[in-house]
């Protein structure tokens, strides 16, 4: 699977440079010129793994680009900025960023950052995961059940896989709610019972895969007859 990069940089000599990096070392960049942008092109497509973004960009900063994708998806983030002191680098990291760089920043750091997150990815993702009558590719997040496309959202695609990831074990909902939708989710707990209804009437048959675990949470179980 060839890694794509989302750089997103308004400067457009500076966004050369990280693109040209990024090809140098075996990724395909894909350009976004603003905050905007950034979001539209994340939410638009499913096969971004990772996100390089810069903070101060117009129509929406690198915070706020950081929020939303934090919203959705776990992809990793390598935050760009000339804030590089370390109030802002804790900050950075605090809401969510994998990494956080300042400018200017060293070739050799850049490429080793760029290179440790792309190995995170490469170990996470293989061709297929079978499990029971469900079939994953998690390279283009595709769910297929008896050769029918199940369409997921980034939330129920995340249970999904967090849910297979701990077969046979039980999540409590904190487990869940800090896993999937992050430790300062201010929501009520509840939405976790509203997503998983949702994803087992979504999985067909095979919901019941998703077991509730009276006072304790979820389990994944697949029963040993299943087909595999």
């Known amino acids: 699977m060839g890694i794509k990069v989302l ?19 075996g990724y395909t960049p894909v ?35 950081l929020k939303e994708i934090r919203e959705h998806s776990d992809a990793p983030v390598l935050m760009l900025t000339a804030l590089g002191d370390e109030k802002h680098e804790v900050l950075g990291l605090k809401n969510g960023a994998d990494e956080y760089i300042g400018k200017p920043f060293g070739y050799e750091v850049f490429v080793a ?7 995170k990815i490469k170990r996470e993702v293989s ?19 008896d050769d029918v496309d199940i369409k997921l959202n980034p939330k129920e695609y995340n249970l999904l ?15 869940i709610l800090d896993k999937i939708w992050g430790y300062d989710f201010e929501g009520d707990v509840r939405t976790i019972d509203t997503h998983i209804k949702t994803l087992r009437a979504k999985l067909l048959l095979q919901g019941n895969y998703i077991k509730t675990v009276r006072g304790s949470g979820y389990m994944f179980e697949v029963e040993e007859n299943e087909d595999y």
């Open 113 to 119: 950052r760029l290179n440790n997150q792309a190995k």
């Open 161 to 175: 896989i967090y849910f297979i990831k701990n077969m046979n074990t039980v999540l409590s909902r904190d487990q």
């Open 31 to 65: 350009e976004a010129c603003d905050g905007q942008e950034a979001i539209d092109i994340f939410f638009s497509r499913n096969d971004i793994d990772l996100v390089i973004l810069d903070v101060m960009m117009p129509v929406y900063d690198g915070w706020e680009v």
């Open 7 to 25: 750089i997103a940089e308004d400067d457009n000599v500076f966004r050369d440079l990280v693109c040209d990096i990024v090809k140098k070392e």
């Open 127 to 145: 061709n297929e995961l079978n499990v029971g009558k469900i079939k994953i590719n998690q390279g283009t997040h595709k769910v297929v059940i």
